[in-house]
């Protein structure tokens, strides 16, 4: 018997649309979605230095039906963004056209088990993927990036990556600037040598990450931008492997954060407003920012600050004195911690626009129960652990299983022993709300700037922290949680987690 959801299961699995009875096509096209689109992830090369072509990995998308403004394309080697309102139904089919295996996972997004673009769907060159969801999260900035085993770092690195804005008709009413007075700012760092990214030649890159030495806004280089002087919804992404930003205004001006990972902050939680924002790899913020509070032409800047590096570098600086930092520099790559320019802003001289009163979204009601889970983060020889164990593409232990349609307070402690290292860790297919983080462990130079507000679906945890999450699984199935720093992931810092009942493979 061929149910809609086998047959889905069965286009899933790679069998593709040709390979489909035409009675069971006829049934799909009967439940044709709002929206389908088509990623094709393919080699390209692009102008992003004068007078030279970047070699680059890069998504290209089509609208196949509904909506022709539900793709946006992106200025640089980006993804397109995908524009998609809430209760959509969207099919996306994804086109693997690389020299090596890739699936697509929507970070932070409520989809199906089948729909999350785990590992275990990767697509080999020449495959196709059909995803089918329909748009639960509210209102927000989301991710899309590759996730085959192994090789997520790599075709990150080269370009493979987009937003997923979805949008709500209720933002209107909350005050907020439309999308003609927003901007979106997705952040990477890469090494550039003859106007080509160099991925990995330094040994403690599997350590500390991939770090750059030269930041992209939007997959190019040199970003500036042109505001008028009024309040602009500006939307962060940091799309980095390993880079975590220490975001501040060059004014000294003070960051209004109105979203976190998943969504507008609640009225009761308010905007937070912090002399600078930590953001770690794949962690978004959204600001309200009124430019007219600065007088017409002022150019100001968006900034990475400094802050002491706590990985490797700081170690073996401390260890073989600071003389040494230059060498050890050409071994190790670009530090962690080391300020940067990310974006310039030129306030257009015009009549200044006054702010709306904003009206946040009211809280939601935390979930009952209280299901506990306790994983322990170590990094040792070189690989990550999570309660002492790697990533394995079925497995799924007792202290990884998390109830259905309840809450569970989940606690990650970042002191398994080995390398002290901060982790940027994630959990798929949930939203969840940070309850608690250890005090005094943070680095009293980014204390301030974490933003542990409303839901989330990545945190940064630093040496010797203990964070306590509260998170309440609506899909069933099995899914996945991971450090995501890149490199991390790669290495084996990832492991699956079930939502509900189910086998146990
Ligand atoms: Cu953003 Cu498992 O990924
Ligand atoms: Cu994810
Ligand atoms: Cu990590």
Redesign the pocket.
């Known amino acids: 018997m061929w149910t809609r959801r086998n047959v889905l299961q069965s286009l899933g699995a790679g069998a593709g649309l040709v390979a489909v009875p035409a009675p069971i096509r006829r049934a799909l096209a009967a439940a044709e979605p709002d929206l389908v689109l088509r990623l094709t992830a393919q080699r390209a090369e692009l102008p992003l230095w004068p007078g030279a072509k970047t070699a680059v990995l890069r998504y290209f998308g089509q609208v196949l039906h509904g909506r022709a403004d539900g793709l946006k394309p992106s200025p640089g080697y980006l993804g397109p963004t995908l524009e998609l309102r809430r209760g959509e139904r969207v099919r996306i089919e994804f086109r693997n056209r690389l020299a090596e295996p890739s699936i697509i996972h929507w970070h932070g997004m409520i989809v199906p088990e089948t729909a999350d673009g785990h590992p275990r769907f990767a697509v080999g060159p020449g495959g196709e993927y059909v995803y089918e969801f329909t748009v639960r999260n509210p209102a927000g900035t989301y991710l899309y990036h590759p996730h085959p085993h192994g090789r997520t770092g790599a075709q990150v690195y080269w370009g493979l990556a987009g937003l997923v804005i979805v949008r709500e008709a209720e933002e209107r009413a909350y005050g907020l600037p439309g999308p003609e007075h927003e901007l979106s700012l997705v952040i990477q760092d890469r090494r550039v040598d003859d106007d080509q990214f160099v991925l990995k030649r330094m040994m403690m890159d599997d350590m500390n990450?991939v770090l750059g030495d030269t930041v992209l806004v939007n997959g190019a280089p040199d970003a500036a931008f042109m505001v008028t002087p009024r309040p602009w919804r500006l939307r962060l992404a940091n799309v980095s492997n390993a880079r975590i930003y220490k975001l501040a205004w060059s004014d000294g001006r003070p960051l209004r954060v109105i979203a976190t990972d998943n969504g507008l902050l609640s009225a009761g939680e308010g905007v937070q407003t912090r002399p600078y924002v930590v953001l770690g790899p794949f962690e978004r913020v959204e600001l309200l920012e009124d430019f007219g509070e600065r007088r017409p032409g002022a150019e100001i800047t968006l900034l990475s600050g400094e802050f002491a590096d706590v990985g490797m570098m700081d170690m073996m600086g401390g260890m073989m004195g600071r003389g040494m930092g230059g060498m050890m520099s050409g071994m190790m790559g670009p530090a962690q911690g080391k300020e940067m320019t990310l974006a310039r802003f030129t306030v257009a001289a015009a009549a200044r626009t006054p702010r709306e009163t904003l009206r946040l979204p009211p809280s939601e009601a935390p979930p009952q129960g209280r299901h506990e889970l306790y994983t322990r983060l170590a990094?040792r020889h070189m690989q990550?652990f999570l309660n002492g164990r790697r990533f394995e593409m079925e497995a799924v232990a007792d202290d990884e299983r998390l109830p259905l349609g309840e809450g569970t307070v989940w606690t990650f402690a970042n002191d398994g022993g080995g390398m002290a290292?901060p982790?940027?860790m994630h959990i798929h297919g949930v939203r969840f709300r940070i309850l608690e983080r250890s005090r005094g462990d943070a680095p009293a130079d980014l204390r301030e700037g974490l933003v542990d507000a409303g839901f989330k679906d990545t945190f940064l945890i630093f040496p010797g922290e203990r964070v306590r999450v509260l998170v309440a699984p609506t899909e069933p199935g099995l899914f996945m949680y991971h450090?995501h720093?890149l490199e991390?992931e790669d290495g084996g810092?990832m492991r699956n987690c079930r939502f509900g009942t189910g086998p146990s493979a």
Do not use: E, L, R
Request: aromatic share 10%; with cysteine; glycine share 20%.
């Open positions: 990450g990094f990550g290292m982790h940027p450090c720093n991390h810092m």
